[in-house]
């Protein structure tokens, strides 16, 4: 079955202005580069979320707003910055970060229980396997 070709419209598209070499990066006056601003908000915003985490609090509504929030943090932090993000936190917000972690495993969405494993494998590697033990005994949950 052959198609109606007769419409120009897809001719009209410059497809010359996708192409690599024709791209040009913008000029930024500011001395950190646009996706390095990015993730000093991202680690900023992980500390800040991991600070005030609800760990005490007996209202599941407000732990699940939290674990939404720190999901949508960490899912945001690309692969290559992970590392980065967890040397900036401290023995406390690892821990923290862990049961997240680990709540994030409880309730899977598309596409990230491979992120939340390169991030168990980042936190394990910094904060050993004490955390694990910590966060698997300790009562408060997130």
């Known amino acids: 079955m052959a198609k109606n070709t007769s419409s120009s ?4 598209i410059d497809v010359d202005q996708y192409n690599e070499d024709n791209y040009k ?5 500011e001395s950190q ?5 990015q993730m000093v908000k991202n680690i900023e915003a992980l500390k800040t979320v991991l600070r ?3 760990i005490s609090s007996r209202n599941q ?9 720190v999901m949508q943090v960490l899912l945001s932090v690309k692969s290559s910055q992970i590392e980065e993000a ?5 023995s406390d917000q690892l821990d923290i970060l ?6 994030g495993f409880e309730t899977p969405s598309e596409g990230s229980s ?12 910094v904060a050993g396997v004490g955390c694990i033990v910590r966060v698997l005994t300790d009562k408060k949950r997130v």
């Open 9 to 12: 419209a897809f001719r009209k």
């Open 33 to 37: 580069s646009p996706p390095r601003n």
């Open 98 to 103: 862990m049961k997240y972690i680990y709540r």
């Open 25 to 29: 990066e913008d000029e930024c006056g």
């Open 114 to 125: 491979g992120q939340l494993l390169a991030w168990h494998e980042k936190v394990h590697a």
């Open 86 to 90: 967890v040397n900036a936190l401290d």
């Open 61 to 69: 509504m407000v732990k699940d707003a939290a674990v939404n929030m």
């Open 52 to 54: 005030t985490a609800p």
